[in-house]
């Protein structure tokens, strides 16, 4: 089945069933690696895009569910919040081995257009599905204060 989306403000046409995860399709079928597949139970955000804005698990999305809705992908994402959080990744070094970082970076990008100077209980409540086995937690909580503006590192 040949299905049309819209995945980084472009036009899209895929062939897979309305069941097939988009994680599949955008890795499988677009050959868009940047998002990583991890668990494949929506529990570890590795594969973190965003779905009209919000932050969604793309392992557990179907395809489907995305019919006539905006896609984001890391390789797509555009705006202050994604350009200062790449910065503030940068500055404070937050990546060690780097598997989580698309969908950290997904996940922190959403929660700053939603919440432009969040606390550290939003950070929290925000990134809580991210798992980062490196364990840079406390970075990638400075990283996202930075991001913000906020100077509290």
């Not at 690696?33 to 392992?59: I, P, W, Y």
């Not at 940068?90 to 060690?96: G, P």
Request: one cysteine or more; proline letters at 5%.
């Amino acid at each position: 089945m040949t299905t049309t989306l819209q995945i980084n403000g472009r036009p899209v046409a895929v062939t897979a069933e309305d069941d097939t995860p988009l994680l599949w399709v955008l890795r499988g079928e677009l050959r868009m690696n940047g998002t990583k597949f991890g668990c494949g139970k929506a529990l570890c955000g590795a594969c973190t895009v965003m779905l009209d804005g919000e932050a969604v698990r793309s392992c557990a999305t179907p395809l489907a569910a995305v019919q006539g809705r905006a896609v984001s992908t890391i390789e797509g994402v555009k705006g202050p919040e994604i350009d200062a959080l790449r910065r503030a990744w940068t500055e404070l070094d937050v990546v060690q081995c780097g598997y989580c970082q698309s969908g950290q970076l997904m996940s922190a990008c959403a929660l700053l257009r939603h919440t432009p100077k969040p606390s550290d209980a939003d950070i929290d409540a925000a990134m809580s599905g991210n798992i980062c086995r490196c364990g840079t937690y406390p970075r990638i909580r400075a990283a996202i204060h930075l991001a913000a503006g906020d100077d509290r590192r």
